[in-house]
Every structure is written in C-alpha cells, then in structure tokens.
C-alpha cells in the first residue's frame, strides 16, 4: 500500500523567511495531493492542493509542488508569519480513495 | 452551510467498556473516513466509506473495532472492551467524491479517554 514520509518533523524560521516542508510517497497510482494545517487543539484544515496532472500551484504565500518521476511534492510558504506556526500534514490518495497522511511537521514562526 | 459534526466531543470511559462514536458528515458528501490521532502524532486511517460500496476496514487496528454508515449519512464507531492504547482524538471527514472534488473536510473530533 501507500506510504508517505514527510521531512522535517520539526522547523523554526524566523518570520517573514522562507519554510518548505517536502513529502515523498511510494505508489505512483496516487494522483491527488493535499495539505492540511492543524494549531493546536483544533481540526486539520485544507490550506492547499495538488493532482497529479499539475507540477505546482500557487495560492498566495503558500505554493505546492509535485514531482511526479521522483515521487515527491513540497510545500512552500513565503514571508512567514507567527499565525503560521502550527503541524503541518501532507497526503496522498490513491486509485482507492483512501488517503495516507504523513507523520506531520511541527512548524514554529519566531518573531 | 453546516460543517462535519462529531459527538461526543470528550468521552471518559473504565478500561474494558464499549463505547460509540458519532460522525454527521456535510449532506451530500458520498465519503465518509474515520481517523485516529494519537496525541503529538498524524492521522492514522481507520476505515472508509464510499456510497453504497464495501467500506475500506484496511485501518481497523483490531477486531474491537467497527465501522457502520446508515443510509449513507451518518455513521458510528464502535470500541469494544475498550483499552488505554485506545486513547486518542478520533477524527472524521467527508468529502464529495465527484467531478475529481476530493477535499476532504474534517469534523472537531471525539478525544477519548480510557482510565
């Protein structure tokens, strides 16, 4: 089955740096990548995604990309802020429908 | 319009007791999945429902452990004889599996304690 790693496990930036996350997965059949943020205490949220025709997406400070051959995507947030601290998961879903999270990167914005 | 709703929010339950959990997912949404997060940890998959399909039971991590989903709706799951490793926050979501919508929308989740 699917098995996806997501590095670091932890990440301290200075606000208003750069952070990126990366995942890898192993079945080449999955072909829609999320990622979610979760703050303490509260449910994991959607803040963007990916499918598999597409190499990367852009939604304001936050951008996705997908390396389809390598079998890894990235998330990149720009010009962070403290509000952006929080655990970050990737996932991905395959032919099944079934998504397969990522252990989680615990992102903290100092200032 | 109304979100995933899950109840109870906290449940406190003795060590070798059952216990149900509740997920009201967003009307109209055909996928329904149960998740388990431990504390500090990721989204462990449990099952997975889709229509009027067998449901996905790949995550049950026992037999103490089931999954039901009435008139595609809601859905409750069930612990058996519950133990301490049960402990965790359990999370569902649904999502609108049509037209390649895939997100998924998560509920508040149900933290359970067992002593």
């Known amino acids: 089955g699917e098995n996806v790693e997501q590095h670091p496990s932890t990440l301290s930036v200075q606000e208003g740096d750069s952070a990126v996350i990366k995942c890898t997965y192993s079945?080449?059949?999955?072909?829609?990548f999320p990622w979610y943020k979760q703050e303490l205490g509260k449910r994991p949220q959607l803040i963007i995604d990916i499918r598999s025709n597409v190499g990367e997406k852009k939604d304001q400070r936050i951008a996705v990309t997908l390396n389809k051959t390598a079998k890894h995507f990235s998330l990149h947030i720009t010009e962070t802020q403290p509000e952006d601290s929080a655990v970050y998961f990737c996932a991905a879903r395959g032919l099944g429908q079934n998504f397969v999270f990522g252990p989680g990167t615990r992102l903290s914005v100092l200032p | 319009g109304a979100g995933v709703s899950q109840s109870p929010s906290n449940k406190v339950t003795e060590k070798g007791k059952d216990v149900e959990l509740r997920c009201d997912p967003i009307?109209?949404?055909?996928?329904l999945y149960w998740y388990r997060q431990s504390l500090g940890q990721g989204l462990e998959f449990l099952i997975y429902?889709?229509?009027?399909?067998?449901?996905?039971k790949s995550g049950l991590p026992s037999d103490r452990f089931s999954a039901e989903r009435t008139g595609g709706s809601v859905s409750t799951l069930t612990i058996q004889r519950t133990q301490q490793e049960d402990s965790a926050v359990y999370l569902c979501?649904?999502?609108?599996?049509?037209?390649?919508?895939?997100?998924?929308?998560f509920g508040p989740g149900t933290r359970l304690t067992v002593t």
């Open positions: 429902f889709q229509g009027n399909s067998a449901p996905d």
């Open positions: 079945d080449s059949a999955s072909n829609y």
């Open positions: 979501a649904s999502s609108l599996v049509a037209g390649g919508k895939n997100e998924q929308y």
């Open positions: 009307s109209g949404h055909t996928a």
